[in-house]
């Protein structure tokens, strides 16, 4: 299993969301953070422009099995990309073990949808 996270403008969010759905992943989690980079965004106040270093972000924690691992990243990259400065990051990381609190059922079957 592997882990995703991923730093995104927050222009960009429903298209991720919608591009990671076409792909069936169809859970993760997302904050609304700031953060410091090398874009400036410039901001407007009665006229007067000044910038800022604190950058509005969402970031998205993703968990899938290894067999989703550059499906979801493909969905990423093409879903977030503007071509500029600031389009945002991802990271991959192992994930050892995950486990579904309801039945206590344990590995990668946790990440699956449940038929009913």
Known sequence: ?????AIIRKSKFSAVKKALHEVDVNFFSYWDVTGLGNEKEAHVYRGVS?????????????VVNDDFEQITIDALLKSAATGEVGDGKIFVSDIK???????GEKGGGTLKKISK
């Open 1 to 5: 299993m592997k882990k995703i996270e």
């Open 97 to 103: 073990e995950a486990y579904r609190i309801r039945t």
């Open 50 to 62: 000044y910038s800022t270093s604190d950058i509005q972000r969402r970031y998205l924690s993703i």
